[in-house]
């Protein structure tokens, strides 16, 4: 199993996050996105190269076996998700049979909030560290 983990270079894995990739996955590797991001056709390359590495494609062929394959967006990253997602799914999209999860693409979810009063006065919400979900 292959587990790889996006998150920009400014940012860091909270301690709760940390240990809910622990649990399910054991270890992972983990992609950096640059503080200034990637523009479109670097973002191209980095989801071939993904698509590639977790669908574990040689050569011309996809490899069947069980995916258990995933990509964890700690990070938003719009576009890679979007293309990441569609590119999960093998076979075609009507009533095929046949379609085949190639790896799973998952992001972290958060529904809390915290209120912090800024140094001039004004209070703002932001995402508590705690109530983390792997959805």
Do not use: C
């Not at 996006?6 to 996955?25: A, G, V």
């Not at 912090?116 to 705690?130: C, D, F, M, Q, W």
């Amino acid at each position: 199993m292959k587990t790889i983990v996006i998150i920009n270079e400014q940012h860091s894995l909270l301690p709760e996050q940390k240990e809910i990739l622990k649990e399910r996955f054991g270890s992972w590797k983990t992609i950096e996105v640059p503080a200034s991001g990637w523009e479109l056709d670097e973002m191209k390359e980095v989801k071939e190269k993904l698509y590639r590495k977790l669908a574990e494609i040689k050569g011309n062929n996809i490899l069947l076996k069980e995916y258990d394959n995933t990509v964890v967006f700690v990070s938003p990253v719009p576009y890679l998700i979007k293309e990441l997602s569609l590119k999960s799914q093998s076979g075609d999209w009507g009533d095929n049979p046949n379609k085949v999860q190639l790896f799973k693409v998952r992001v972290f979810h958060n529904d809390r909030r915290e209120k912090k009063e800024l140094p001039n006065g004004k209070v703002i919400s932001v995402v508590a560290k705690t109530g983390w979900e792997l959805v």
